[in-house]
């Protein structure tokens, strides 16, 4: 089946079965799952409609597995990626992609690093083979200047994302103060400074032979391409990449904090504006859900009722927002609000805390509910528009899951919450003794300085 | 895994990239266009394989218009036209999008205001609607007035601490001042006290009106019912009472005459934050319009310095020197002549030698044919990467407002391929010497300006200001 089928004429698609009666839902789409002798795991996903693919890689590695006094190692890695491999020079890899059109990129997140590139579909195999390279023959091409220039790439990213942003620093200390010393969601992603400059190119080394194999990667084609044929084309090119050993992911038990701690963070900003940090489970647990719907009910949308209170009736914010980052070992709730001018950090928090104490009492209007779950089923088929976008969700459902159907399940999955289970996260944990909160404040003097 | 005969066996070549197969032809995707009795033209474009439609109304009351001492008008009017109509309020409004599974904003750029509106497809009577209501019937009401001027007073404040916005405000006041491009869209503090809803509704009525505007559809419809659709919410409305009558027959608008000043050197503008851990840096240049013959070369032109990561600057300055995290450089598409940036951000000690780096290459393009091979990657890229954007509804919205506002032929895409082929060297150097001229260049450099200054005093005159006078 193709999705061309489901839209022809211009007529909404069919229903899912399952969906609630009078929610339209999306079409299934078309996977199929293979893996390879020596361990990867590869999902094929056609859609014929426009002659483009989109190759999408996740290695199961992430800045959890680093460890204190090295942190942005994975980060930092990840930039080593694109400086070549044993067949391909150094700015090579970008070149050849968008000398036929192709647009790429990685990124490198808590539990994962992901690469990725779209091309017009009949160099399918340039992608295959660039991929391939950097997964097998990595090491010949590494050496201490491309290791230098990144670093300095990414000591400039730093102070690009976090020292030179205002607010920039503010995630990164509520991570600090959620999870306890040693637990691996409680440094940032992109590391700190010192780490990044005193990383050795041994360490880079030793990190690709650790978690750049085969076993520890999903390979996922989204687009145009015949099934069978793409399969022999990814056998061609990484069936000889050496199967290697995949790693222990870090033994971390979720930590559920046990008391509140509060920090006032001046920095050079004009607005105060206030984060509230919980932890609720881990990704795949309903309660990780139901947290993400609660956020949606929340905070997304000008009819959300912390829009509604905050920014425009009681014109306490310049603005507001909820958000979950789901991640495997415990996932982070963040409530967030800027402050209108002479508007106390204080005051802000207390009215945050106001729509927390009643979401927790179960009292979401039947209607809010409904509204979330409309924007939800809208933001779901949004994502899958793009190649990229679906091909990431299938590599994250395959890696998180081993399930890259449970993409066509999803919106199943957050329809069938009840109305009660965004209340009882909001009961269970995001509450005052269980969290983080940061005031980020203007300095008196112009506040932090160069980093 | 299931066994594969047939899978090839030979040892895999890696001397060189793989030849590419059979190419498949892309298509920009099938549309319709007819044009309403009041002027207003309808674009439609079924793309039907998820249940989502997205709508979009040009009208013609961008920041352009601005009048003197109140910029900011057009965006606050385009903004206010979703706070409140003569049926709902503005948080009516807003639930009755977000409950069809999509939004209502409105806003505007330099060129146009837009409504726009992402919904689930089986809602779109109800989601035309809505527009309709917002764009034919606003009510401007009082106090949503004071909401959104106190909204945005307290948003000028926090971009006086942002390095991106003081760039963005000090580099278009260098490149354009006293014209209106000279301003920002969002406005100055001191207009935007000064603004009353008299001179919303003035604007609204002589800018918001059907003649001259679009309405864009994208999505899983058909044509036919769009277009009936279109004609029972949007046929009746004429422009209101406070506007000149538009002349159907001739819809486009008078615009204002932007003409950048004249310099006599490049001018370097130094927005001073002397705890900055790193400094944003802008090297920019007027062009033209997105109407003008020349727009395409400079878009091709564009892409050879800062267009894509493999560009030249990008690759300089990350690199070869490390200096920052990347460069960049677009050519805005606007009616009138807009800039050619350069953006990136560096270590503070090293502005000096990336403001070389940009002078340099700037000149290098006047001076240097540039190279086949080089043309052929940026030829590639643009033509290969064209289609990307187009798998989302959003994309598709785009490129149909491209052709609405600029007023590009309907097939325009069609052939843009070869559109941009046709761009050899020798344009390319053609349009470099005509608008790469070293002394409309400015700088803007939002830093320490201690450290900054004696790194920049050889390229031009240098003033420095605190981030209180860029962003008023």
């Not at chain 1, 990725?116 to 091409?141: C, I, K, N, Q, V």
């Not at chain 2, 439609?44 to 601005?66: C, K, R, S």
């Not at chain 2, 009755?96 to 689930?120: N, V």
Request: hydrophobic residues 40%; negative net charge; glycine residues 10%.
């Amino acid at each position: 089946m193709s999705l061309a089928s489901t839209g022809a004429g211009g007529a909404s698609a069919s229903g899912l079965a399952g969906a609630p009666a009078g929610r339209p839902a999306a079409p299934a789409l078309p996977i199929e799952s293979h893996a390879l002798p020596n361990g990867l795991r590869v999902v094929l996903q056609p859609d014929r409609r426009q002659p483009l693919v989109a190759i999408n890689l996740w290695y199961h590695v992430g800045s959890r597995n680093e460890v204190p006094g090295r942190t942005g190692l994975a980060h930092l890695f990840e930039h080593m990626l694109f400086q070549g491999s044993q067949h391909v020079g150094t700015n090579d890899h970008f070149r050849y992609l968008q000398q036929v059109g192709g647009v790429a990129n990685g990124s490198t997140w808590f539990d994962r690093t992901n690469y990725f590139e779209t091309l017009p579909s009949h160099h399918l195999d340039l992608g295959l083979w660039l991929e391939s390279d950097r997964m097998g023959y990595l090491l010949p091409a590494l050496d201490h200047d491309k290791l230098e220039t990144q670093r300095q790439v990414v000591l400039n990213e730093r102070r690009q994302r976090i020292d030179n942003q205002p607010y920039g620093r503010a995630f990164e200390r509520l991570h600090e103060l959620l999870y306890p010393p040693g637990h691996p969601y409680s440094w940032p992603v992109i590391g700190y400074e010192p780490d990044i400059a005193g990383a050795t190119l041994d360490e880079v080394v030793e990190f690709f032979r650790t978690h750049y194999v085969p076993a520890n990667a999903v390979l996922t084609l989204a687009g145009d391409f015949e099934p069978r044929q793409a399969l022999g084309r990814v056998e061609h090119y990484f069936g000889e990449v050496a199967a290697g050993t995949a790693p222990q992911a870090p033994r971390q038990r979720p930590v559920w904090p046990s008391a509140e701690r509060r920090e006032v963070l001046p920095d050079r900003v004009e607005l105060a504006r206030v984060y509230l940090g919980f932890t609720v489970p881990a990704v795949g647990d309903r309660r990780c859900d139901a947290a993400e719907l609660l956020a949606i009910v929340l905070g997304d949308g000008r009819s959300s009722p912390l829009y509604r209170d905050l920014v425009h009736d009681r014109e306490l914010a310049q603005e507001v927002w909820a958000a979950v980052l789901p991640m495997e070992i415990q996932s982070t709730f963040l409530l967030v609000a800027t402050a209108r001018p002479g508007v106390e950090p204080d005051r802000l928090e207390e009215a945050l805390r106001g729509h927390l104490a009643t979401a927790s009492r179960g009292e979401l209007a039947a209607d809010e509910l409904e509204r979330a779950r409309n924007r939800m089923v809208a933001a779901h088929l949004g994502a899958l528009q793009s190649l990229d976008r679906r091909a990431d969700l299938l590599s994250r459902a395959t890696t998180f899951f081993d399930d890259p159907e449970r993409l066509n399940r999803e919106l199943e999955r957050y329809l069938g919450l009840g109305a009660g289970e965004p209340a009882a996260v909001a009961t269970d944990f995001l509450r005052p003794d269980r969290g983080v909160v940061v005031h980020v404040v203007p300095a008196v003097g112009g506040g932090r300085t160069a980093g | 895994m299931k066994e594969r005969p047939d899978a090839p066996q030979r040892p895999v070549s890696r001397r060189g990239p793989p030849p590419p197969g059979p190419q498949r032809p892309f298509r920009f995707p099938e549309f319709e266009r007819r044009r309403l009795a009041n002027g207003l033209a309808v674009y439609a474009a079924p793309v039907g394989h998820l249940p989502l439609v997205e709508l979009e109304l040009l009208l013609p009351g961008g920041a352009e218009h601005d009048p003197p001492e109140r910029a900011g008008l057009a965006t606050l009017t385009a903004a206010l036209l979703n706070d409140g109509s003569r049926e709902h309020t503005a948080l009516e409004l807003a639930a009755a999008a977000e409950r069809l599974g999509g939004s209502l904003d409105s806003q505007a750029d330099w060129d146009a205001a837009s409504i726009g509106s992402g919904l689930l497809a089986e809602h779109l009577e109800s989601g035309l609607g809505l527009l309709a209501e917002v764009a034919t019937r606003p009510a401007f009401p009082a106090r949503e007035l004071e909401r959104r001027r106190q909204r945005r007073l307290a948003e000028l404040l926090r971009q006086r601490a942002q390095p991106q916005s003081l760039a963005t405000a000090a580099l278009t006041r260098a490149l354009y001042a006293p014209t209106v491009y000279g301003n920002t869209l969002d406005g100055r503090a001191a207009g935007l006290r000064a603004i009353t809803r008299d001179e919303v509704e003035v604007f609204a009525g002589r800018h918001l009106t059907p003649a001259g505007g679009a309405l864009l559809a994208v999505g899983a419809f058909e044509p036919e019912r769009l277009f009936g659709l279109a004609a029972d919410h949007l046929g009746d409305w004429r422009a209101r009472p406070a506007s000149p009558s538009p002349d159907v027959s001739a819809p486009e608008v008078v615009r204002p005459d932007i003409v950048p000043p004249e310099h006599a050197g490049p001018r370097i503008e130094l927005v001073n934050q002397p705890r900055a851990a790193q400094t944003e840096l802008r090297v920019g240049l007027p062009t033209v319009s997105r109407r003008h013959p020349d727009w395409v070369a400079l878009h091709v032109l564009n892409c050879v310095l800062g267009g894509k990561f493999t560009s030249r600057l990008n690759l300089s300055l990350r690199e070869r020197l490390g200096v920052t995290y990347g460069a960049h450089s677009s050519l805005a598409a606007r009616l009138g002549p807009g800039p050619l940036v350069i953006a990136t951000a560096v270590a503070t000690d090293a502005v000096g030698a990336a403001v070389g780096e940009a002078v340099t290459e700037l000149g290098r393009l006047r001076s240097r044919k540039v190279g086949d091979d080089e043309l052929e990657e940026a030829h590639s890229y643009l033509i290969g990467a064209f289609p990307y954007p187009l798998q989302r509804l959003g994309g598709v919205l785009h490129r149909l407002a491209e052709l609405a506002l600029y007023g590009l032929p309907d097939d325009y895409f069609r052939s843009h391929a070869e559109r941009l082929r046709a761009v050899d060297g020798e344009a390319l150097r053609a349009v470099a010497g005509r608008y790469l001229d070293p002394r409309r260049i400015a700088v803007v450099a939002v830093g320490p300006a201690s450290r900054l200054a004696p790194q920049l005093e050889a390229f031009g005159e240098v003033s420095i200001r605190s981030p209180k006078e860029v962003i008023e």
